[in-house]
């Protein structure tokens, strides 16, 4: 052991840790090269069921963002023939062109099930949407299918979302480990949304709540 000096267990660290970014198992994080963006309540539109006051079906306490809905519930709108949701629409962000990433903490509570917690807005017709991530059974996936993590419920994740436009890409992260990763599907413009927008087989009472959220642009 008198032959292991300093430089050599140097050597040894830099050597691991090399290995390990390598191997790609560790956390990384997602918003490195990004430029934050200036975000205000003013950014946040709340979208609900056009029958019910904002404080029936959102609530913002100690920094925590709860949006709540029902199977019962109309649309955001009259006319709108969509299902019941309650969503964060991000306002002033809406973009054709660039990186963009949207990071918050995520919550589900045990129950909630058949519903598109967080989306990429924006799509080549028929399609609305770039991206859903549903929960079914305490499973998240994109949209039916591939699953991208079990067993969310009642813990906080870290949620980062990249759209890279001109490359069609998506990428999602949970707690800063890739978890998915596939195309575009095209689209004029986007912006990101989150909350319970009912989908197939929801729940009675659908639920997500978020905090933290951060909205970026690589940078260049
Ligand atoms: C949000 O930020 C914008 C742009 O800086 C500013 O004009 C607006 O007054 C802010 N609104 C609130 C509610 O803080
Ligand atoms: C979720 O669980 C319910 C009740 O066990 C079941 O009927 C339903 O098929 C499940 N849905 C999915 C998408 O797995
Ligand atoms: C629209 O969505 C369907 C169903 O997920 C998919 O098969 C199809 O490829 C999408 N269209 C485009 C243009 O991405």
């Known amino acids: 052991m008198a032959s292991l000096n300093l430089s050599s267990c140097l050597h040894v660290f830099f050597l691991l840790q090399t290995l390990y970014r390598v ?6 994080d ?5 430029v934050l963006q200036h975000l205000n309540s003013s950014n946040l539109v709340i979208q609900r069921p056009y029958d019910v006051p904002e404080n029936q079906r959102y609530s913002f306490k100690n920094g925590v963002h709860k949006l709540w809905v029902f199977k019962t519930d109309k649309p955001h709108t009259p ?3 969509t299902n019941p949701r309650t969503e964060i629409r991000i306002r002033g962000y809406d973009y054709s062109s660039g990186i963009w990433q949207f990071e918050a903490y995520g919550y589900v509570p045990h129950g909630t099930s058949g519903v598109c917690i967080m989306q990429i807005f924006g ?9 859903m991530l549903r929960v079914y059974n305490g499973t998240l996936s994109y949209y039916r299918a591939p699953v991208i993590l079990p067993n969310i419920y009642d ?8 759209h890279d436009v001109e490359k069609s890409k998506i990428k999602v992260y949970i707690d800063g480990v890739r978890r998915y990763e596939g195309s575009g599907r095209g689209g004029a413009y986007h912006y990101f949304k989150c909350g319970v927008y009912a989908q ?3 729940s009675y009472c659908m639920e997500s709540r978020w905090k933290n959220i951060r909205i970026l642009k690589k940078s260049g």
């Open 23 to 28: 191997v790609g198992s560790g956390p990384i």
């Open 30 to 34: 997602p918003t490195e090269g990004f």
């Open 79 to 81: 006319t709108s023939k």
């Open 123 to 131: 799509a080549d017709p028929p399609n609305a949407t770039t991206l």
């Open 155 to 162: 813990k906080w994740f870290k949620l980062n979302v990249i």
């Open 200 to 202: 197939n087989d929801y």
